[in-house]
Protein backbone atom coordinates (compact mmCIF):
# COMPACT_ATOMS: atom_id res chain seq x y z
CA UNK A 1 0.00 0.00 0.00
CA UNK A 2 2.55 2.14 1.37
CA UNK A 3 3.26 5.14 -1.85
CA UNK A 4 6.50 5.00 -3.82
CA UNK A 5 8.75 7.91 -3.39
CA UNK A 6 6.85 10.45 -5.55
CA UNK A 7 3.56 9.97 -3.89
CA UNK A 8 3.11 12.65 -0.90
CA UNK A 9 2.74 11.05 2.28
CA UNK A 10 -0.16 13.12 2.74
CA UNK A 11 -2.02 15.08 0.00
CA UNK A 12 -5.02 17.21 0.41
CA UNK A 13 -7.12 18.69 -2.06
CA UNK A 14 -9.81 21.08 -1.97
CA UNK A 15 -10.66 20.21 1.73
CA UNK A 16 -13.87 21.72 2.82
CA UNK A 17 -15.47 22.07 6.56
CA UNK A 18 -18.58 23.01 7.41
CA UNK A 19 -19.54 22.55 11.17
CA UNK A 20 -23.01 23.30 12.39
CA UNK A 21 -23.00 26.25 15.08
CA UNK A 22 -25.65 27.53 17.33
CA UNK A 23 -25.66 30.81 14.31
CA UNK A 24 -25.83 28.12 11.56
CA UNK A 25 -24.01 26.59 9.52
CA UNK A 26 -20.51 27.61 8.96
CA UNK A 27 -18.06 27.09 6.40
CA UNK A 28 -15.09 26.88 8.60
CA UNK A 29 -12.79 25.58 5.99
CA UNK A 30 -12.87 26.46 2.18
CA UNK A 31 -10.71 25.16 -0.41
CA UNK A 32 -7.45 24.43 1.71
CA UNK A 33 -4.76 21.86 -0.87
CA UNK A 34 -1.46 20.98 0.52
CA UNK A 35 0.54 18.09 0.05
CA UNK A 36 3.32 16.44 2.66
CA UNK A 37 6.30 14.24 1.68
CA UNK A 38 7.82 12.25 3.87
CA UNK A 39 9.79 14.06 6.96
CA UNK A 40 8.93 17.27 5.64
CA UNK A 41 7.35 19.92 8.31
CA UNK A 42 4.73 22.49 7.43
CA UNK A 43 3.56 25.35 9.59
CA UNK A 44 -0.02 27.02 9.88
CA UNK A 45 -0.51 29.99 10.83
CA UNK A 46 -3.32 32.21 11.44
CA UNK A 47 -5.22 33.80 14.46
CA UNK A 48 -7.88 32.18 16.39
CA UNK A 49 -11.06 31.03 14.52
CA UNK A 50 -9.23 30.43 10.66
CA UNK A 51 -9.67 27.21 10.84
CA UNK A 52 -6.17 25.91 11.50
CA UNK A 53 -7.10 23.44 14.12
CA UNK A 54 -9.94 22.22 12.76
CA UNK A 55 -8.26 21.35 9.75
CA UNK A 56 -6.18 19.07 11.80
CA UNK A 57 -9.19 17.58 13.56
CA UNK A 58 -10.07 16.71 10.11
CA UNK A 59 -6.72 14.75 9.38
CA UNK A 60 -7.29 12.97 12.58
CA UNK A 61 -10.78 12.24 11.42
CA UNK A 62 -12.13 13.74 15.00
CA UNK A 63 -14.55 16.10 13.68
CA UNK A 64 -17.74 16.21 15.58
CA UNK A 65 -20.38 13.75 13.50
CA UNK A 66 -22.39 16.71 12.52
CA UNK A 67 -19.40 18.59 10.67
CA UNK A 68 -19.76 17.73 6.54
CA UNK A 69 -15.91 17.28 4.94
CA UNK A 70 -15.60 17.54 1.37
CA UNK A 71 -12.49 17.16 -1.14
CA UNK A 72 -9.99 14.80 -0.16
CA UNK A 73 -7.60 13.94 1.97
CA UNK A 74 -5.15 11.22 1.27
CA UNK A 75 -2.30 9.34 3.54
CA UNK A 76 -0.10 7.31 0.55
CA UNK A 77 -2.40 7.45 -1.04
CA UNK A 78 -5.60 5.88 0.41
CA UNK A 79 -8.48 8.47 0.71
CA UNK A 80 -9.25 9.10 4.35
CA UNK A 81 -12.33 11.10 4.16
CA UNK A 82 -15.51 8.69 4.58
CA UNK A 83 -12.99 6.52 6.34
CA UNK A 84 -15.31 4.35 9.21
CA UNK A 85 -14.28 5.96 12.80
CA UNK A 86 -13.13 2.19 13.31
CA UNK A 87 -10.81 2.13 10.10
CA UNK A 88 -10.05 5.65 10.93
CA UNK A 89 -9.02 4.32 14.69
CA UNK A 90 -6.40 2.22 13.14
CA UNK A 91 -4.45 5.11 12.03
CA UNK A 92 -5.35 7.61 14.90
CA UNK A 93 -2.05 7.09 16.87
CA UNK A 94 -0.22 4.47 14.58
CA UNK A 95 0.31 6.39 11.73
CA UNK A 96 -1.04 9.94 12.29
CA UNK A 97 -0.50 11.09 15.87
CA UNK A 98 -1.35 14.93 17.34
CA UNK A 99 0.08 16.74 20.24
CA UNK A 100 -2.26 19.18 21.82
CA UNK A 101 -2.31 22.62 23.28
CA UNK A 102 -3.29 22.26 27.00
CA UNK A 103 -0.99 19.26 28.83
CA UNK A 104 -2.75 20.12 31.50
CA UNK A 105 -6.35 18.72 30.67
CA UNK A 106 -4.89 16.35 27.87
CA UNK A 107 -3.68 13.83 30.11
CA UNK A 108 -6.57 11.71 32.06
CA UNK A 109 -6.04 12.28 36.13
CA UNK A 110 -7.20 9.31 36.97
CA UNK A 111 -4.52 7.18 34.99
CA UNK A 112 -0.76 6.66 35.80
CA UNK A 113 1.42 8.59 33.11
CA UNK A 114 2.95 5.16 31.82
CA UNK A 115 -0.32 3.23 31.61
CA UNK A 116 -1.55 5.90 29.32
CA UNK A 117 1.73 6.26 27.09
CA UNK A 118 1.18 2.74 26.86
CA UNK A 119 -2.18 2.83 25.50
CA UNK A 120 -1.40 3.64 22.06
CA UNK A 121 0.85 0.42 22.41
CA UNK A 122 -1.43 -1.80 23.53
CA UNK A 123 -4.13 -0.70 21.61
CA UNK A 124 -2.10 -0.83 18.24
CA UNK A 125 0.55 -3.39 19.06
CA UNK A 126 0.53 -7.16 20.05
CA UNK A 127 3.15 -6.32 22.53
CA UNK A 128 2.22 -7.53 26.56
CA UNK A 129 1.42 -5.03 29.13
CA UNK A 130 5.52 -5.56 30.43
CA UNK A 131 6.63 -4.90 27.04
CA UNK A 132 4.44 -1.69 26.63
CA UNK A 133 5.61 -0.60 30.11
CA UNK A 134 8.88 -1.10 29.04
CA UNK A 135 8.70 0.62 25.93
CA UNK A 136 6.54 3.40 27.72
CA UNK A 137 10.21 4.00 30.20
CA UNK A 138 11.82 4.33 27.25
CA UNK A 139 9.75 6.55 25.39
CA UNK A 140 9.77 8.87 28.85
CA UNK A 141 13.27 8.80 29.25
CA UNK A 142 13.64 9.89 25.53
CA UNK A 143 11.30 12.81 26.03
CA UNK A 144 13.36 13.88 28.60
CA UNK A 145 11.41 12.92 32.11
CA UNK A 146 13.87 12.91 34.29
CA UNK A 147 13.89 10.14 36.62
CA UNK A 148 11.36 8.13 34.01
CA UNK A 149 11.91 4.31 35.25
CA UNK A 150 11.11 5.73 39.18
CA UNK A 151 8.24 8.28 38.09
CA UNK A 152 6.47 6.04 35.59
CA UNK A 153 3.72 5.18 38.02
CA UNK A 154 3.09 8.67 38.53
CA UNK A 155 -0.14 10.31 38.45
CA UNK A 156 -0.31 14.14 35.74
CA UNK A 157 -0.98 16.17 38.77
CA UNK A 158 2.15 15.64 39.84
CA UNK A 159 4.70 16.89 36.87
CA UNK A 160 4.97 20.17 35.70
CA UNK A 161 3.25 21.49 32.69
CA UNK A 162 6.27 20.98 30.61
CA UNK A 163 6.97 17.34 32.04
CA UNK A 164 3.00 16.70 31.21
CA UNK A 165 3.50 18.14 28.36
CA UNK A 166 6.90 15.70 27.58
CA UNK A 167 4.47 13.07 28.09
CA UNK A 168 2.01 13.71 25.74
CA UNK A 169 4.74 13.97 23.39
CA UNK A 170 5.74 10.63 24.28
CA UNK A 171 2.25 9.40 24.06
CA UNK A 172 1.61 10.82 20.54
CA UNK A 173 5.04 9.49 19.29
CA UNK A 174 4.66 5.60 20.95
CA UNK A 175 3.76 3.98 17.52
CA UNK A 176 6.13 5.71 15.68
CA UNK A 177 3.83 7.43 13.55
CA UNK A 178 4.40 9.01 10.27
CA UNK A 179 2.72 12.35 10.59
CA UNK A 180 2.63 14.40 13.53
CA UNK A 181 0.08 17.52 14.21
CA UNK A 182 1.38 19.39 16.75
CA UNK A 183 -1.53 21.85 17.67
CA UNK A 184 -0.06 24.84 19.20
CA UNK A 185 2.24 22.55 21.35
CA UNK A 186 3.65 25.48 23.60
CA UNK A 187 1.21 28.19 24.11
CA UNK A 188 0.42 26.68 27.34
CA UNK A 189 4.12 26.97 28.79
CA UNK A 190 6.31 29.14 30.50
CA UNK A 191 8.19 30.90 27.25
CA UNK A 192 11.37 29.11 29.03
CA UNK A 193 10.32 25.93 28.45
CA UNK A 194 8.39 26.75 25.14
CA UNK A 195 12.65 26.54 23.48
CA UNK A 196 13.05 23.82 25.14
CA UNK A 197 9.52 21.49 24.15
CA UNK A 198 9.93 23.09 20.30
CA UNK A 199 13.69 21.37 19.78
CA UNK A 200 12.42 18.19 21.37
CA UNK A 201 9.93 17.79 19.07
CA UNK A 202 12.23 19.17 16.40
CA UNK A 203 14.32 16.77 17.75
CA UNK A 204 11.93 13.46 17.67
CA UNK A 205 10.76 14.69 13.89
CA UNK A 206 14.36 14.37 12.44
CA UNK A 207 14.96 11.60 14.69
CA UNK A 208 12.47 9.46 13.28
CA UNK A 209 11.97 10.67 9.97
CA UNK A 210 8.63 11.78 10.43
CA UNK A 211 6.21 14.40 8.89
CA UNK A 212 4.98 17.20 11.29
CA UNK A 213 2.39 20.03 11.29
CA UNK A 214 2.88 22.54 13.53
CA UNK A 215 -0.17 24.85 14.08
CA UNK A 216 1.05 28.40 15.66
CA UNK A 217 -0.14 31.96 16.00
CA UNK A 218 3.76 32.62 16.87
CA UNK A 219 5.43 33.29 13.58
CA UNK A 220 9.43 33.22 16.01
CA UNK A 221 7.75 29.39 16.58
CA UNK A 222 6.80 28.89 12.78
CA UNK A 223 10.06 30.65 11.12
CA UNK A 224 12.33 28.73 13.09
CA UNK A 225 10.94 24.90 13.08
CA UNK A 226 9.13 24.40 9.55
CA UNK A 227 10.47 23.63 5.96
CA UNK A 228 6.90 25.18 4.17
CA UNK A 229 4.26 26.91 6.08
CA UNK A 230 0.96 28.01 5.42
CA UNK A 231 -1.06 31.28 6.17
CA UNK A 232 -4.99 30.89 6.95
CA UNK A 233 -7.24 33.46 7.50
CA UNK A 234 -11.10 32.97 7.52
CA UNK A 235 -11.07 29.76 6.60
CA UNK A 236 -8.41 29.82 3.63
CA UNK A 237 -5.20 29.47 2.63
CA UNK A 238 -4.09 33.13 2.04
CA UNK A 239 -0.16 32.38 1.70
CA UNK A 240 1.81 29.20 1.08
CA UNK A 241 5.42 28.88 0.10
CA UNK A 242 9.03 27.67 1.69
CA UNK A 243 9.49 29.80 5.10
CA UNK A 244 12.37 31.57 4.50
CA UNK A 245 9.95 33.01 0.86
CA UNK A 246 6.92 34.02 2.77
CA UNK A 247 8.90 35.59 5.24
CA UNK A 248 11.26 37.46 3.17
CA UNK A 249 8.31 38.38 0.64
CA UNK A 250 5.27 37.96 2.46
CA UNK A 251 2.55 38.36 -1.07
CA UNK A 252 -0.72 38.88 1.20
CA UNK A 253 -1.53 41.85 3.13
CA UNK A 254 -2.80 39.96 5.80
CA UNK A 255 1.05 38.60 5.97
CA UNK A 256 2.27 41.37 6.30
CA UNK A 257 -0.27 42.75 9.27
CA UNK A 258 0.63 39.63 11.12
CA UNK A 259 4.11 40.21 10.74
CA UNK A 260 3.53 44.54 11.81
CA UNK A 261 1.65 42.87 15.08
CA UNK A 262 4.71 41.25 16.43
CA UNK A 263 6.28 42.77 19.25
CA UNK A 264 9.46 43.31 18.73
CA UNK A 265 13.03 43.98 20.90
CA UNK A 266 14.75 47.14 20.65
CA UNK A 267 11.69 48.86 19.84
CA UNK A 268 11.88 52.33 21.64
CA UNK A 269 9.64 52.82 24.61
CA UNK A 270 5.97 53.92 24.11
CA UNK A 271 6.02 52.40 21.13
CA UNK A 272 2.26 50.59 20.44
CA UNK A 273 1.71 47.29 18.70
CA UNK A 274 0.37 47.69 15.83
CA UNK A 275 -3.17 46.31 15.01
CA UNK A 276 -4.94 44.77 12.23
CA UNK A 277 -7.93 47.09 11.71
CA UNK A 278 -11.35 45.31 12.41
CA UNK A 279 -12.20 41.35 13.63
CA UNK A 280 -12.20 38.26 12.20
CA UNK A 281 -15.35 37.39 10.38
CA UNK A 282 -17.59 34.94 11.92
CA UNK A 283 -17.41 31.97 9.85
CA UNK A 284 -21.03 31.60 9.94
CA UNK A 285 -21.29 34.93 7.48
CA UNK A 286 -18.42 34.88 5.43
CA UNK A 287 -18.20 37.66 2.80
CA UNK A 288 -18.37 36.25 -0.56
CA UNK A 289 -15.57 37.71 -1.94
CA UNK A 290 -12.00 37.53 -0.08
CA UNK A 291 -12.25 37.12 3.28
CA UNK A 292 -9.58 39.30 4.34
CA UNK A 293 -11.68 42.18 2.18
CA UNK A 294 -13.49 44.30 5.19
CA UNK A 295 -9.70 44.62 6.94
CA UNK A 296 -7.64 45.03 4.04
CA UNK A 297 -5.75 48.73 3.23
CA UNK A 298 -5.66 47.90 -0.50
CA UNK A 299 -9.04 46.59 -1.11
CA UNK A 300 -11.38 47.10 -4.16
CA UNK A 301 -14.27 46.46 -5.97
CA UNK A 302 -13.41 43.11 -7.24
CA UNK A 303 -11.87 42.11 -3.84
CA UNK A 304 -15.72 41.59 -2.29
CA UNK A 305 -17.06 39.91 -5.86
CA UNK A 306 -15.52 36.29 -5.68
CA UNK A 307 -12.40 34.81 -3.52
CA UNK A 308 -9.45 36.02 -5.02
CA UNK A 309 -7.44 32.60 -6.87
CA UNK A 310 -4.27 31.64 -5.89
CA UNK A 311 -1.52 33.58 -7.89
CA UNK A 312 1.82 31.48 -7.74
CA UNK A 313 4.00 34.62 -7.09
CA UNK A 314 7.26 32.42 -7.65
CA UNK A 315 7.81 28.76 -7.44
CA UNK A 316 6.16 27.31 -4.67
CA UNK A 317 4.41 30.47 -3.12
CA UNK A 318 1.12 31.00 -3.56
CA UNK A 319 -0.80 34.12 -2.33
CA UNK A 320 -4.48 34.12 -2.59
CA UNK A 321 -4.83 38.09 -3.88
CA UNK A 322 -6.02 40.01 -6.96
CA UNK A 323 -3.12 42.92 -6.07
CA UNK A 324 0.04 40.94 -5.51
CA UNK A 325 1.62 43.79 -8.04
CA UNK A 326 0.55 46.56 -5.20
CA UNK A 327 0.97 44.62 -1.78
CA UNK A 328 4.40 42.99 -2.92
CA UNK A 329 5.72 45.83 -3.45
CA UNK A 330 4.84 47.26 0.28
CA UNK A 331 5.59 44.48 1.09
CA UNK A 332 9.60 45.82 1.34
CA UNK A 333 7.90 48.24 3.34
CA UNK A 334 6.42 45.88 5.52
CA UNK A 335 9.86 44.25 6.60
CA UNK A 336 11.23 47.21 6.96
CA UNK A 337 8.53 48.84 9.33
CA UNK B 1 -1.60 -8.91 53.03
CA UNK B 2 -4.80 -7.40 52.54
CA UNK B 3 -7.18 -9.93 54.93
CA UNK B 4 -5.70 -8.67 58.13
CA UNK B 5 -6.18 -5.29 56.83
CA UNK B 6 -9.77 -5.61 56.60
CA UNK B 7 -10.21 -7.35 59.62
CA UNK B 8 -8.99 -4.50 61.27
CA UNK B 9 -10.92 -1.28 59.99
CA UNK B 10 -14.07 -2.70 62.25
CA UNK B 11 -11.47 -2.03 64.99
CA UNK B 12 -10.17 1.45 63.52
CA UNK B 13 -7.35 2.96 63.48
CA UNK B 14 -5.40 2.98 66.39
CA UNK B 15 -4.92 -0.62 66.65
CA UNK B 16 -4.36 -0.83 62.45
CA UNK B 17 -1.08 1.06 63.06
CA UNK B 18 1.45 -1.27 64.52
CA UNK B 19 0.96 -2.96 61.46
CA UNK B 20 2.01 -0.76 58.95
CA UNK B 21 -0.07 -1.02 56.47
CA UNK B 22 0.45 -0.06 52.86
CA UNK B 23 -0.53 1.68 50.45
CA UNK B 24 -4.81 2.34 49.83
CA UNK B 25 -5.44 0.85 53.45
CA UNK B 26 -3.23 2.65 55.33
CA UNK B 27 -4.85 5.74 53.72
CA UNK B 28 -8.02 4.58 54.41
CA UNK B 29 -7.55 3.95 58.06
CA UNK B 30 -6.15 7.53 58.06
CA UNK B 31 -9.41 8.92 56.54
CA UNK B 32 -11.23 9.87 59.17
CA UNK B 33 -14.58 9.85 57.53
CA UNK B 34 -14.07 6.79 56.17
CA UNK B 35 -13.49 4.85 59.45
CA UNK B 36 -16.34 6.10 61.23
CA UNK B 37 -18.69 5.59 57.61
CA UNK B 38 -17.32 2.50 57.93
CA UNK B 39 -17.47 1.45 61.70
CA UNK B 40 -21.12 2.53 61.61
CA UNK B 41 -21.84 0.71 58.06
CA UNK B 42 -20.31 -2.31 59.71
CA UNK B 43 -22.34 -2.17 62.27
CA UNK B 44 -25.57 -2.62 60.36
CA UNK B 45 -23.92 -5.48 58.26
CA UNK B 46 -23.21 -7.12 61.69
CA UNK B 47 -26.55 -6.61 63.37
CA UNK B 48 -27.66 -8.23 60.14
CA UNK B 49 -25.48 -11.12 59.94
CA UNK B 50 -25.50 -11.68 64.08
CA UNK B 51 -29.41 -11.60 63.44
CA UNK B 52 -28.73 -14.88 61.57
CA UNK B 53 -27.16 -16.67 64.02
CA UNK B 54 -28.82 -15.30 67.21
CA UNK B 55 -31.33 -13.00 68.63
CA UNK B 56 -32.24 -12.35 72.35
CA UNK B 57 -35.75 -13.42 71.81
CA UNK B 58 -37.73 -14.51 68.44
CA UNK B 59 -38.69 -11.49 66.56
CA UNK B 60 -41.94 -13.43 65.18
CA UNK B 61 -42.84 -14.34 68.96
CA UNK B 62 -45.76 -12.43 70.39
CA UNK B 63 -46.32 -11.82 74.02
CA UNK B 64 -49.14 -9.42 74.03
CA UNK B 65 -49.17 -10.04 77.90
CA UNK B 66 -46.04 -7.64 77.93
CA UNK B 67 -46.57 -5.15 75.25
CA UNK B 68 -45.05 -2.16 75.70
CA UNK B 69 -42.69 -2.81 78.39
CA UNK B 70 -40.27 -0.10 78.95
CA UNK B 71 -36.46 -1.11 78.82
CA UNK B 72 -35.23 -4.00 81.43
CA UNK B 73 -32.92 -6.43 82.05
CA UNK B 74 -34.89 -9.20 80.03
CA UNK B 75 -35.97 -6.73 77.32
CA UNK B 76 -33.12 -4.25 76.76
CA UNK B 77 -35.01 -1.80 74.49
CA UNK B 78 -38.90 -2.56 75.84
CA UNK B 79 -41.01 -4.42 73.64
CA UNK B 80 -44.11 -3.32 70.90
CA UNK B 81 -47.05 -3.26 70.80
CA UNK B 82 -47.40 -6.60 70.15
CA UNK B 83 -45.13 -7.55 72.65
CA UNK B 84 -41.99 -8.41 70.70
CA UNK B 85 -38.53 -7.58 71.60
CA UNK B 86 -36.94 -4.14 70.16
CA UNK B 87 -33.47 -5.47 69.98
CA UNK B 88 -34.35 -8.55 68.13
CA UNK B 89 -36.62 -6.61 65.65
CA UNK B 90 -34.37 -4.47 65.45
CA UNK B 91 -31.60 -7.21 64.45
CA UNK B 92 -33.59 -8.69 61.69
CA UNK B 93 -35.24 -5.65 60.49
CA UNK B 94 -31.53 -4.93 59.45
CA UNK B 95 -31.43 -7.76 56.96
CA UNK B 96 -34.23 -6.28 55.08
CA UNK B 97 -32.81 -2.73 54.88
CA UNK B 98 -29.85 -3.70 53.94
CA UNK B 99 -31.39 -6.56 51.22
CA UNK B 100 -33.44 -3.48 49.97
CA UNK B 101 -31.01 -0.91 49.66
CA UNK B 102 -28.29 -3.25 47.82
CA UNK B 103 -30.40 -5.43 45.57
CA UNK B 104 -32.36 -1.25 44.72
CA UNK B 105 -29.63 0.45 44.66
CA UNK B 106 -27.87 -2.86 42.81
CA UNK B 107 -30.81 -2.18 39.71
CA UNK B 108 -30.62 1.29 39.69
CA UNK B 109 -26.35 1.26 39.15
CA UNK B 110 -26.23 -1.50 36.37
CA UNK B 111 -29.11 0.07 34.36
CA UNK B 112 -28.45 3.59 35.13
CA UNK B 113 -25.17 4.02 34.81
CA UNK B 114 -24.62 1.54 31.83
CA UNK B 115 -27.41 3.89 29.94
CA UNK B 116 -26.27 6.66 31.09
CA UNK B 117 -22.83 6.23 29.72
CA UNK B 118 -24.35 4.73 26.76
CA UNK B 119 -26.75 7.59 25.91
CA UNK B 120 -22.97 9.73 26.42
CA UNK B 121 -21.17 7.89 24.00
CA UNK B 122 -23.31 7.35 21.42
CA UNK B 123 -25.55 10.61 20.95
CA UNK B 124 -28.07 11.14 18.21
CA UNK B 125 -30.68 8.31 18.50
CA UNK B 126 -29.31 6.34 20.97
CA UNK B 127 -29.43 9.42 23.64
CA UNK B 128 -32.97 10.73 22.96
CA UNK B 129 -34.59 7.50 23.26
CA UNK B 130 -32.62 6.38 27.01
CA UNK B 131 -33.67 10.12 28.20
CA UNK B 132 -37.26 10.37 27.10
CA UNK B 133 -37.61 6.70 28.82
CA UNK B 134 -36.15 7.98 31.72
CA UNK B 135 -38.34 10.97 31.21
CA UNK B 136 -41.27 8.40 31.11
CA UNK B 137 -39.98 6.65 34.31
CA UNK B 138 -39.40 9.44 36.13
CA UNK B 139 -43.10 11.51 35.34
CA UNK B 140 -44.87 8.24 36.84
CA UNK B 141 -45.95 8.15 40.32
CA UNK B 142 -43.32 5.89 42.15
CA UNK B 143 -46.10 4.74 44.33
CA UNK B 144 -48.72 4.23 41.57
CA UNK B 145 -46.15 2.16 39.99
CA UNK B 146 -45.39 -0.10 43.26
CA UNK B 147 -49.08 -0.70 43.70
CA UNK B 148 -48.99 -2.00 39.85
CA UNK B 149 -46.40 -3.75 40.21
CA UNK B 150 -47.76 -5.72 43.38
CA UNK B 151 -51.40 -5.91 41.77
CA UNK B 152 -49.33 -8.05 38.73
CA UNK B 153 -46.71 -9.99 41.11
CA UNK B 154 -48.10 -9.16 44.19
CA UNK B 155 -46.90 -7.85 47.64
CA UNK B 156 -43.67 -8.70 48.88
CA UNK B 157 -40.08 -7.63 49.18
CA UNK B 158 -39.29 -8.85 45.62
CA UNK B 159 -42.10 -6.64 44.46
CA UNK B 160 -41.07 -3.51 46.59
CA UNK B 161 -37.38 -4.25 45.81
CA UNK B 162 -38.08 -3.91 42.06
CA UNK B 163 -40.11 -1.28 42.25
CA UNK B 164 -37.68 0.19 43.89
CA UNK B 165 -35.09 0.04 42.31
CA UNK B 166 -36.80 1.00 39.13
CA UNK B 167 -37.15 4.18 39.95
CA UNK B 168 -33.58 4.82 41.19
CA UNK B 169 -32.52 4.15 36.98
CA UNK B 170 -33.28 7.43 35.70
CA UNK B 171 -31.95 9.31 38.44
CA UNK B 172 -29.04 7.54 38.05
CA UNK B 173 -29.26 7.74 34.10
CA UNK B 174 -29.87 11.23 34.28
CA UNK B 175 -26.83 11.86 37.13
CA UNK B 176 -24.32 9.30 34.61
CA UNK B 177 -25.25 10.99 31.31
CA UNK B 178 -24.42 14.53 32.86
CA UNK B 179 -21.48 13.50 33.95
CA UNK B 180 -20.03 11.25 31.12
CA UNK B 181 -20.94 14.13 28.94
CA UNK B 182 -18.92 16.57 30.66
CA UNK B 183 -16.06 14.14 30.40
CA UNK B 184 -16.94 13.43 26.96
CA UNK B 185 -15.81 17.34 26.15
CA UNK B 186 -12.64 16.75 28.35
CA UNK B 187 -8.96 17.18 26.15
CA UNK B 188 -7.94 13.56 27.37
CA UNK B 189 -10.90 12.38 25.67
CA UNK B 190 -9.74 13.58 22.60
CA UNK B 191 -6.42 12.82 23.03
CA UNK B 192 -7.62 9.07 23.81
CA UNK B 193 -9.45 9.06 20.50
CA UNK B 194 -6.71 10.49 18.66
CA UNK B 195 -4.62 7.53 19.83
CA UNK B 196 -7.23 5.60 18.09
CA UNK B 197 -9.20 4.29 20.84
CA UNK B 198 -13.09 3.65 20.03
CA UNK B 199 -16.16 4.49 21.71
CA UNK B 200 -16.13 1.57 24.04
CA UNK B 201 -12.47 2.22 25.12
CA UNK B 202 -13.27 5.45 26.11
CA UNK B 203 -15.99 4.63 28.45
CA UNK B 204 -14.79 2.35 29.68
CA UNK B 205 -11.43 3.60 30.67
CA UNK B 206 -11.53 7.23 30.66
CA UNK B 207 -15.20 8.16 31.46
CA UNK B 208 -16.47 5.78 33.98
CA UNK B 209 -13.23 6.08 36.32
CA UNK B 210 -13.73 9.92 36.03
CA UNK B 211 -17.72 9.41 36.95
CA UNK B 212 -17.22 7.18 39.99
CA UNK B 213 -16.28 9.72 42.48
CA UNK B 214 -19.85 11.22 41.67
CA UNK B 215 -21.62 8.08 41.07
CA UNK B 216 -20.28 6.46 44.71
CA UNK B 217 -21.43 9.92 46.87
CA UNK B 218 -25.23 9.52 44.96
CA UNK B 219 -25.49 5.51 45.33
CA UNK B 220 -24.93 6.53 49.21
CA UNK B 221 -27.76 8.85 49.02
CA UNK B 222 -29.64 6.53 46.68
CA UNK B 223 -29.42 3.89 49.38
CA UNK B 224 -31.05 5.70 51.58
CA UNK B 225 -33.22 6.88 49.28
CA UNK B 226 -34.57 3.53 49.35
CA UNK B 227 -34.41 2.58 52.55
CA UNK B 228 -37.29 5.12 53.36
CA UNK B 229 -39.03 4.00 49.99
CA UNK B 230 -38.97 0.61 51.70
CA UNK B 231 -40.76 2.21 54.56
CA UNK B 232 -43.59 3.76 52.59
CA UNK B 233 -44.08 1.10 50.66
CA UNK B 234 -44.47 -1.33 53.64
CA UNK B 235 -46.70 1.48 55.21
CA UNK B 236 -48.95 0.61 52.40
CA UNK B 237 -49.13 -2.96 52.60
CA UNK B 238 -46.53 -3.29 49.58
CA UNK B 239 -43.68 -3.78 51.03
CA UNK B 240 -41.83 -6.31 53.25
CA UNK B 241 -44.81 -8.44 54.56
CA UNK B 242 -45.73 -9.26 58.57
CA UNK B 243 -44.65 -10.95 60.39
CA UNK B 244 -41.14 -10.34 58.85
CA UNK B 245 -39.73 -7.09 60.69
CA UNK B 246 -38.38 -4.51 58.48
CA UNK B 247 -37.46 -0.83 59.96
CA UNK B 248 -39.57 0.84 57.63
CA UNK B 249 -42.34 -1.08 59.33
CA UNK B 250 -41.33 -1.02 62.87
CA UNK B 251 -41.53 3.02 62.25
CA UNK B 252 -44.72 2.98 60.83
CA UNK B 253 -46.16 0.78 63.44
CA UNK B 254 -44.86 3.20 66.05
CA UNK B 255 -46.62 6.20 64.59
CA UNK B 256 -50.12 5.31 66.24
CA UNK B 257 -48.47 5.38 69.05
CA UNK B 258 -46.44 8.35 68.95
CA UNK B 259 -47.70 10.18 72.40
CA UNK B 260 -48.33 6.85 74.33
CA UNK B 261 -44.56 5.22 73.86
CA UNK B 262 -42.39 7.62 71.46
CA UNK B 263 -38.97 5.71 71.59
CA UNK B 264 -40.52 2.85 69.77
CA UNK B 265 -40.43 5.34 67.09
CA UNK B 266 -36.95 6.38 68.21
CA UNK B 267 -35.13 3.42 67.95
CA UNK B 268 -35.86 2.29 63.93
CA UNK B 269 -35.40 5.85 63.10
CA UNK B 270 -32.10 5.92 64.85
CA UNK B 271 -31.27 2.55 62.71
CA UNK B 272 -31.91 4.38 59.82
CA UNK B 273 -29.91 7.09 61.04
CA UNK B 274 -26.97 5.60 61.92
CA UNK B 275 -27.29 2.77 58.64
CA UNK B 276 -27.80 6.29 56.24
CA UNK B 277 -25.17 8.38 57.54
CA UNK B 278 -22.58 5.38 57.92
CA UNK B 279 -23.06 4.85 53.88
CA UNK B 280 -22.69 8.72 53.28
CA UNK B 281 -19.39 8.79 55.33
CA UNK B 282 -18.00 5.69 53.59
CA UNK B 283 -18.74 6.83 50.37
CA UNK B 284 -17.08 10.52 50.75
CA UNK B 285 -14.40 8.61 52.15
CA UNK B 286 -14.32 6.83 49.34
CA UNK B 287 -14.49 9.32 46.88
CA UNK B 288 -11.41 11.03 48.29
CA UNK B 289 -9.01 7.82 48.26
CA UNK B 290 -10.40 7.11 45.21
CA UNK B 291 -9.31 10.20 43.52
CA UNK B 292 -5.11 10.07 42.97
CA UNK B 293 -4.99 14.02 43.41
CA UNK B 294 -6.24 13.90 46.84
CA UNK B 295 -4.09 10.60 47.72
CA UNK B 296 -1.51 12.74 49.27
CA UNK B 297 1.64 10.39 50.95
CA UNK B 298 2.45 12.45 53.56
Known sequence: ?337 | MSTPMSASIEVGAATARPQAPTGFWRRALRHRSFVIGGTLSLMVLGAALLSLVWTPWSAYEIDVASKLRPPSAAHWLGTDVLGRDIVSLLLVGARSTIMVGIIAVGIGITFGVSLGLLAAARKGWTEEIIMRMSDFTFAFPAVLSAIMLAAVAGPGMVTSITAIGIFQIPTLVRLTRGSANAIWAREFVLAARASGKGGFRITIEHVLPNVLPILIVQATIQFALAILAEAALSYLGLGTQPPQPSWGRMLNDAQTLLFQSPMLAVYPGAAIAIAVLGLNLLGDGLRDLLDPRLARER
Open chain 1, 1 to 337: MSGSINTPLIEVRDLGIRLNTSRGPAQAVRGVSFSLKRGETLGLVGESGCGKSVTALALMGLLPDSAVVSGSIRLDGSELVGLSDANYGKLRGNRISMIFQEPMTALNPMHTIGRQVAEPLRRHTNCSAAEARKEAIALLDRVGLPDAAKRVDAYPHQFSGGQRQRVTIAMALACQPDVLIADEPTTALDVTIQGQILDLIAGLVAERGMSMILISHDLGVIAENVQRMMVMYGGTVVESGATNAVFTRMGHPYTQGLFRARPRLGARKGTRLQTIAGTVPELADLPSGCTFADRCAIVEDRCRMALPAVVDVSAGHGVRCVRTDVSMAEAVGAVGA
